[in-house]
Nanobody
Framework: QVQLVESGGGLVQAGDSLRLSCAASGGTFSSYTMGWFRQAPGKERELIARINWSDATYYTDSVKGRFTISRDNAKNTVYLQMNSLKPEDTAVYYC??????????????WGQGTQVTVSS
């Protein structure tokens, strides 16, 4: 069983930065694909960034160039550095772990979420 705990959310102003952390326990963290998702009020949850076991990354267009995903396997932690935040980035942010290396497979474990609110 893998447990994921997010931290680092908060209330910031447009243009500010935040760094989210997701600490994992259990399992073999270095072999997982880790993703950051977000869900805004009234919207579906969306994948915004992903990093796999070989540190290959993916970003959705809306965060490309502003957000950076990274991982520290020694600390079993994945990070999301968010710069130039916009009000439309307001959402609950979730980290998730996928055990399979097949991209179409679902994520197996989820954190509880952390709120990010960006005021204009």
């Amino acid at each position: 069983q893998v447990q994921l705990v997010e931290s680092g959310g908060g209330l910031v102003q447009a243009g500010d930065s935040l760094r989210l952390s997701c600490a994992a326990s259990g399992g073999t963290f270095s072999s997982y694909t880790m993703g950051w998702f977000r869900q805004a009020p009234g919207k579906e949850r969306e994948l915004i960034a992903r990093i796999n076991w070989s540190d290959a990354t993916y970003y959705t267009d809306s965060v490309k160039g502003r957000f950076t995903i990274s991982r520290d396997n020694a600390k079993n932690t994945v990070y999301l550095q968010m710069n130039s935040l916009k009000p439309e980035d307001t959402a609950v942010y979730y980290c998730a772990a996928r055990l399979s290396r097949i991209p179409s497979m679902p994520y197996n474990y989820w954190g509880q979420g952390t709120q990010v609110t960006v005021s204009s």
